[in-house]
Every structure is written in C-alpha cells, then in structure tokens.
C-alpha cells in the first residue's frame, strides 16, 4: 500500500473467485476506498443470463472490455460491445446477458460500496480458473444473501 494517508495502491493481484459461473476479480473493496465505491472485474461465459434485479444501496457502471453484452433496464433492452459503457442507477430494475460465442470481459464499478461483498459472500475460490463449479446456483441461497445486501431478485430477465 502507498505511504500517503489517503491513497491506497494495490500492486498485488487478488486471488480469483468464481460467482455465478463467471471468474471475477476484487480490484477495489469498500476497506481500500473509505465506502465510496467497489471495483471488480469479470469474465462471464457466452450465454450467461443474471437474474432480473434490483439494488436498493449503489449504482453500477459496466465498461465492457471484451465481448458483447445485452443489458435490459426498466424493460428496455440495448447492447454494449468493446469501449462500451453503460450505467444502471439505484432502485431499477434490470439485468444483462452475454450474447455471441465468447465470453464477456468487463469491468463494474459500484458506488458506494458493498456489492462486491455481496460478490465474495456467494463465490467460491478459483482454485483452478479453468474450470468453473458444475450446476447452477442455488436460487433460494442466493436470494437470500442478495436480501441481505438489499438487492432484490426478481425473477428471469424479460424479453
């Protein structure tokens, strides 16, 4: 960490975790940025769907680094590639999907903090990143512990 109270550096990679299928990376926790935002980055398979939601307590920011990706807010649906950005405000509901036959690479930036806890709680450590944990998740766990951080599962994203 950087010597000057007030500004953290990590020069250290964090250990990989796999959530929901997907390989993700803490880069920034609420501990590193006095509760003003978490910073992760994914790798997500083609194909995978999150569940229609909505947060109570952040905001997130997807930048798309790699992949294509659909995101559906408030019923309405647009597509981000490569250099795309989209941001999903607090208290609406919505989702995404990785379209197309690779993965999604992104960053998600989420403010204030808190959702990347949520992140570590339902993941599982990528002891090998090749190889994502069998099955799906268990819906009423992870219900359960979005509750927890005030997120609402909603169901499967609309068409």
């Not at 978490?38 to 398979?45: D, M, T």
């Not at 680094?65 to 019923?75: C, K, P, R, S, T």
């Not at 099955?135 to 766990?141: E, H, L, Q, Y």
Request: charged content about 15%; overall charge negative; hydrophobic content about 45%.
């Amino acid at each position: 960490m950087h010597p000057v109270k007030g500004v953290q550096i990590s020069s250290r990679e964090q250990p990989a975790i796999w959530f929901l299928g997907g390989l993700a990376l803490v880069k920034a926790a609420g501990e590193n940025t006095n509760g003003a935002f978490g910073l992760l980055e994914q790798v997500i398979p083609a194909g995978f769907a999150s569940p229609y939601h909505m947060h109570h307590l952040e905001d997130e920011a997807f930048y798309i680094l790699e992949g294509q990706v659909a995101f559906v807010a408030d019923g309405k649906w647009s597509k981000a590639g490569p250099g795309g950005y989209v941001y999903l405000p607090r208290g609406i509901p919505h989702g995404f999907r990785i379209e197309g036959a690779t993965p999604a690479r992104i960053l998600l930036l989420c403010v204030p903090s808190g959702f990347e806890r949520f992140v570590i709680e339902m993941s599982v450590p990528a002891t090998d990143a090749a190889s994502p944990p069998a099955g799906t998740p268990d819906v009423a766990r992870l219900t359960a512990v979005a509750a927890k951080y005030q997120i609402d599962i909603l169901g499967n994203l609309p068409e």
